[in-house]
């Protein structure tokens, strides 16, 4: 589905992607690990169209797009959750859900808008029951519902999913990742996953990639990752 090939990113002079090349098959679910600073966030903004690509090209269902902009991108099936819960604090539940279906409202109408919100108050019973709530006045696990659902609004094939476990409770951690998987299952999704928590990403991944310092220098199934001597070691911690 996603095919990227040879991409490089710069900040300014630093550069932070060197020649990262990787691909997703259509309903996978892929992970990249890496430590702080690896590039992991740069590469999901890459694709996403909110970071410059410098050299390289990204292809999705065969069609290059390495240098189309953002909102065509999201027309095209790309969502992306942002890293830290980037939602809108001052405004409802609800509100945040209309400006994350904004795409929904132009090109369907209000009533598409209203029950595209009502399938992701289906998905987060828990945000229903939060409508009329500030998001800044919800718990960190419900702002992390709140994110994932605004990025869900807009009925993406690829969701690029950017470190969902931050800061949470494990056992949040595990309720959004289970409805992640009911997602999955349901709507032909296929994800990529940037995670700290690489033991989460790598169990709920089908591969993985690792990143240092702006490269790929490994990948592999979840489940060989989970096992690699040198994943454990730097990335897992102990058993
Ligand atoms: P983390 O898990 O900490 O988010 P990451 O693997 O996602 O790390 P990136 O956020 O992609 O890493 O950052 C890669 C490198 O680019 C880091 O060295 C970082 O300091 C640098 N960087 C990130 N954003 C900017 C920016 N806006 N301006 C300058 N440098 C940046």
Redesign the pocket.
């Known amino acids: 589905m996603l095919r990227i090939q040879n991409i490089n990113s710069y900040?300014?002079l630093?550069h932070?992607l060197k020649n990262v090349s990787l691909h997703i098959n259509r309903g996978e679910t892929v992970t990249l690990i890496?430590?702080?600073?690896?590039?992991?966030?740069?590469?999901l903004?890459s694709i996403s169209g909110l970071q410059a690509i410098r050299g390289g090209k990204v292809f999705l269902e065969g069609k290059e797009i390495t240098q189309v902009p953002v909102e065509k991108k999201v027309r095209m099936g790309i969502a992306q959750v942002p890293?830290g819960r980037q939602i809108f604090w001052p405004m409802t539940v609800f509100e945040n859900l209309e400006m994350g279906g904004f795409l929904v409202y132009k090109m369907h109408g209000r009533r598409q808008l209203i029950a595209t919100i009502e399938e992701m108050f289906d998905v987060f019973p828990v945000l229903r029951n939060r409508r009329k709530q500030y998001a800044g006045s919800l718990s960190g696990g419900e702002q992390q519902m709140l994110a994932i659902a605004m990025a869900l609004m807009l009925r993406p094939r690829l969701l690029l999913l950017?470190?969902p476990s931050m800061g949470l409770a494990p056992l949040i951690v595990r309720e959004i990742f289970q409805i992640l998987d009911r997602l999955k299952k349901e709507n032909d999704l296929t994800v990529l996953l940037?995670e700290?928590n690489a033991r989460v990403a790598l169990n709920f991944a089908d591969r993985g990639y690792v990143?240092e310092t702006?490269r790929i220098i490994l990948e592999d199934s979840a489940s060989a990752l989970l096992a690699n001597q040198e994943v454990k070691r730097a990335y897992l911690g102990r058993d």
Do not use: I, P
């Open positions: 900040y300014g630093a932070v890496g430590a702080n600073g690896a590039g992991k966030t740069t590469l903004r890293e950017d470190e940037v700290q990143m702006g």
